[in-house]
């Protein structure tokens, strides 16, 4: 069938790690808030990509592109200064932690106003969406 937990499928490849509270962590995706929001998609992948490679997309829409995404207020349309890197390996996700946490996005004094922060992305765990009655807050993908 399709529902239920499959073991070896899907997010195994990722290197998710189940967490107490039964969000999943992807390993090899950092969750980036305090982006400027003029900062564009090339720019963003220069900065991020020096520490190491950013994973290629594999979606037919835009295959061979950073795994990159932006995250838009839906309202307006506009960038709201949040997103998920994925990068080829978990070791240069928990090294872009260290590394961009804290600091401005860009080249020397491009942004100056701005101050990264930067996490391991975490998800919901997938089999509690759809189970009725909405939710609390968090970041959903």
């Not at 992807?26 to 950013?54: C, D, K």
């Not at 990068?87 to 996005?105: M, Q, V």
Request: glycine share 20%; aromatic share 8%; proline share 7%.
């Amino acid at each position: 069938g399709r529902g239920g937990k499959r073991a070896g499928a899907g997010g195994g490849s990722r290197g998710d790690k189940t967490l107490e509270d039964g969000s999943l962590s992807w390993e090899n995706t950092i969750y980036v808030q305090g982006l400027p929001a003029s900062a564009r998609m090339h720019e963003i992948a220069e900065f991020f990509g020096g520490i190491g490679p950013i994973k290629k997309s594999k979606k037919s829409h835009n295959q061979g592109e950073p795994t990159i995404h932006l995250y838009k207020d839906k309202r307006t349309g506009q960038p709201k200064g949040d997103g998920t890197i994925s990068y080829e390996e978990p070791s240069t996700a928990r090294a872009a932690i260290d590394w961009f946490s804290g600091k401005p996005f860009g080249p020397p004094g491009a942004y100056p106003t701005s101050s990264l922060t930067v996490t391991i992305a975490t998800r919901p765990d997938a089999n509690r969406f759809g189970k009725g009655g909405g939710g609390g807050g968090g970041r959903r993908w």
